[in-house]
């Protein structure tokens, strides 16, 4: 299997590419800086270097030939203005699926988030309403897709604990409770694994069941 992430150098994405190296898999880093290219390389994967907010479709196309799957885990981050939560979150990774399909590639996992069915409340403040409004204008762009077979992930909040192996995932409303990058990026790697998951949104927060486990019930 071939897999291309695009924000190949972040915490999600570093740890998705060390997984699936692990696994034997082929994997690829989309990233903007070229000093990034180390970090990514020591995960196993390979590198590309591309700015998402700067590049076209026809100019990341060729980088995704004979992939097998794509994974946007890009965010314009925090501290980030408005203008590039549109730029990253929501055009991005509109890109990324108008070169997938140029590409001739199906399988997209969207790395969205929880929490962008509410209104955003605006007392968080300008650029969070922003972020909440790119990341919903995304799902709904890639799921009005016919060329993608697409599955979104809305992990809740995110911390760099180490991974327990264990969470909630489900197609419903979930409580909402932390979970780890690693445990992120476990269930990523597994979404991969299982394409009977396209068309699903999927929450994610921390829980009880093992994450191959909690993959295969919500394809069920
Ligand atoms: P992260 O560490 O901030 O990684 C995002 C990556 O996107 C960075 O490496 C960044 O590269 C890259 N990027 C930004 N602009 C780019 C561009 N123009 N071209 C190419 N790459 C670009 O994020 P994370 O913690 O792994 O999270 C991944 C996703 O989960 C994000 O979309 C985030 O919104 C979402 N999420 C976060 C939370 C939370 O609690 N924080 C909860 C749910 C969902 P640079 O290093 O060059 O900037």
């Given at each position: 299997m071939r897999t291309v992430i695009a924000g190949g150098h972040g915490k999600i994405a570093l740890r998705l590419a060390t997984v699936v190296a692990n696994q034997g898999h082929e994997v690829v880093g989309v990233v903007r800086n070229p000093d990034h290219r180390a970090d990514v390389e020591q995960t196993g994967a390979a590198v590309v270097v591309a700015d998402l907010e700067k590049a076209s479709a026809a100019d990341l196309a060729p980088h995704l030939k004979g992939a097998d799957a794509v994974v946007f885990a890009?965010?314009?981050?925090?501290?980030?203005?408005?203008?590039?939560?549109?730029?990253?979150?929501?055009?991005?990774a509109e890109l990324l699926a108008d070169a997938a399909a140029q590409a001739g590639v199906r399988r997209y996992v969207l790395v969205s988030s929880t929490g962008v069915d509410q209104e955003p409340d605006p007392s968080r403040g300008e650029v969070w309403v922003a972020y909440?409004?790119?990341?919903?204008?995304?799902?709904?762009?890639?799921?009005?897709?016919?060329?993608?077979?697409?599955?979104?992930?809305?992990?809740?909040?995110?911390?760099?604990?180490?991974?327990?192996?264990?969470?909630?995932?489900?197609t419903g409303p979930l409580d909402r409770r932390?979970?780890?990058?690693?445990?992120?990026?476990?269930?990523?790697?597994?979404?991969?694994?299982?394409?009977?998951?396209?068309?699903?949104?999927?929450?994610?927060?921390?829980?009880?069941?093992?994450?191959?486990?909690?993959?295969?019930?919500?394809?069920a």
């Open positions: 890009a965010g314009a981050g925090p501290g980030s203005t408005a203008e590039r939560k549109d730029t990253v979150d929501r055009a991005a909440v409004r790119a990341k919903k204008a995304a799902e709904d762009a890639l799921r009005g897709r016919t060329d993608l077979d697409l599955t979104i992930l809305r992990p809740g909040p995110l911390t760099d604990d180490p991974g327990v192996g264990k969470v909630a995932l489900s932390e979970v780890t990058r690693d445990d992120t990026a476990a269930v990523l790697a597994a979404l991969l694994e299982a394409p009977g998951t396209a068309g699903l949104t999927l929450e994610l927060m921390g829980g009880d069941h093992d994450v191959v486990g909690a993959v295969a019930a919500v394809q």
